[in-house]
């Protein structure tokens, strides 16, 4: 037996062989805990972005917006500040810390939220396109910092199945947002009320983050987490313009498919109450609750696309079937036949549920593939340079989205071409994912085809980014 004479030496040991003795947070169950309160948090943002959508008939009506081109400018200023922000987001959690970054994006969102129903109530237009603005600060960052935290607790072990997980949790937002925020107008006549029930929503999401961020500091503490530098000696997730130059083309091509199909998806989600109202001949609160087709799709299926591409890889092949079948989608949408006077058109319902599918499926397959091919020093700029391009997308296409329809309003009601617009979109994100699948054959690793855990075994540097990865929703 050996004995220490130094007291101070022998506690030390001790603390240590104590603490290595632990089971780690972070292996056990408490990641679960962890998976739920992120949802939670993201359900009041996920809700209050889709009010304008599913109110999108009652808002022109009050403001008396006759076109559809205005009203798209509350979708557009939600996505400018995003343009500029993802860029600086990394050096932000750097920082000051995901926990505090997390606290202050719900509040931002929050307050936000606050002043877009002051504005509703008022029947003010500028004081909603403020709120919309401050509320897009926070709302995007928020849905960043939410999966960077399920990267941080999952990363090589669950990661797909996690934010599979995080993505149908989430929509149950949007879902209880299309299932009752028309219906709440209807039986109350006022329009206000669902916007401040919204801002509840956001605070109960506000009050769960403080849950999440204990956890977390617990398992940081057990594991005594030191903020670190990459290789070069510069913060993590901080924006350089040289980094850009050192990301590889397969990199480009995966951006050059997310932009523009996670774009689509999202403008036809904006402008779907009105689609389904005057091509479908749905009634203005029945056209919320089949918006939650799509949500409703998406929850179902995002946790077994997470598990199955956590165990089975096949993430490059799966990236061109999701791209393919949502280009059929839209040109199913495109030609099917517009509803008879008087009568409603259900042929709609068969595209609502793929574009959930794609949605759902998409989501566990993209932001795992960039955490493969990206170094971990430069994860912040690779998700900020793409996040950015999703943003600007959204600021452009529903402008022409709404100028395209107003300008066609008498050729089946305007959408027609407006999906054939977004067919266009989409088309050329399949180029871009055709073109990243053979990038990665070309170079003979095949990445995007294996495994979350055999990815994980051969890189380490994966594992590392787990802190600084920045990942987007959806």
């Known amino acids: 037996m050996v004995s220490y004479k130094d007291p101070t030496e022998t506690f030390e040991i001790k603390q240590s062989f104590l603490k290595e003795g632990l089971p780690k947070l972070k292996d056990g169950k408490t990641r679960w805990i962890v998976l739920f309160f992120s949802c939670i948090t993201a359900i009041g943002p996920l809700y209050c972005i889709g009010l304008p959508v599913v109110l999108q008939h009652a808002l022109m009506d009050a403001l008396e917006i006759h076109e559809v081109f205005q009203y798209n400018v509350i979708h557009t200023v939600y996505a400018v500040p995003n343009f500029i922000l993802p860029f600086f987001g990394g050096v932000l959690v750097d920082r000051l810390g995901l926990r505090l970054s997390y606290i202050i994006f719900v509040a931002v969102a929050l307050v936000g939220q606050a002043i877009l129903t002051f504005g509703v109530a008022n029947r003010s237009f500028i004081l909603m396109l403020v709120g919309r603005s401050i509320f897009s600060i926070g709302g995007d960052s928020l849905i960043i910092a939410k999966s960077t935290m399920l990267s941080k607790w999952f990363m090589g072990k669950e990661l797909a199945f996690a934010l599979g997980i995080g993505l149908g949790a989430t929509r149950i937002g949007s879902s209880l947002n299309s299932l009752f925020s028309a219906k709440i107008f209807d039986w109350t006549g006022s329009l206000g009320l669902p916007f401040l029930i919204g801002t509840g929503i956001c605070f109960l999401s506000f009050i769960s983050v403080f849950s999440l961020n204990i956890l977390d500091k617990k398992a940081d503490e057990q594991e005594d987490n030191q903020e670190e530098d990459d ?223 055999f990815n994980h075994e051969i890189d380490t540097s994966i594992s590392e980014s787990a802190d600084t990865s920045s990942i987007s929703i959806a």
Request: glycine residues 10%.
């Open 231 to 453: 290789d070069d000696g510069e913060p993590l997730g901080a924006f350089n313009l040289r980094v850009v130059k050192k990301l590889k083309p397969i990199y480009y091509y995966l951006t050059g498919h997310f932009v523009p199909l996670y774009a689509v998806t999202f403008v036809f989600i904006q402008n779907l109450s009105h689609l389904l109202e005057v091509r479908f001949g749905f009634s203005d609160g029945d056209a919320g609750q089949f918006m939650a087709i799509i949500f409703g799709s998406s929850i179902v299926t995002a946790p077994f696309f997470g598990w199955f591409i956590d165990k089975k890889g096949k993430k490059g092949l799966i990236m061109i079937f999701a791209a393919l079948f949502f280009l059929g989608t839209h040109a199913y949408i495109a030609f099917i036949p517009d509803a008879r006077s008087g009568e409603r058109s259900y042929y709609v319902v068969g595209g609502l549920i793929s574009v959930g599918i794609f949605l759902s499926l998409y989501s566990a397959i993209y932001w795992p593939c960039v955490a493969l091919i990206v170094p971990r020093r430069y994860m912040g700029v690779a998700y900020g340079l793409s996040l950015a391009g999703f943003n600007l997308m959204l600021s452009i296409i529903p402008l022409a989205i709404g100028k395209i329809h107003d300008l066609t309003t008498n050729i089946n009601h305007g959408y027609f071409w407006t999906e054939v617009l977004l067919m266009g979109i989409t088309g050329f994100g399949v180029i871009f994912t055709i073109l990243a699948y053979i990038e990665d054959i070309r170079k003979g690793k095949r990445k995007l085809d294996k495994p979350s855990a």
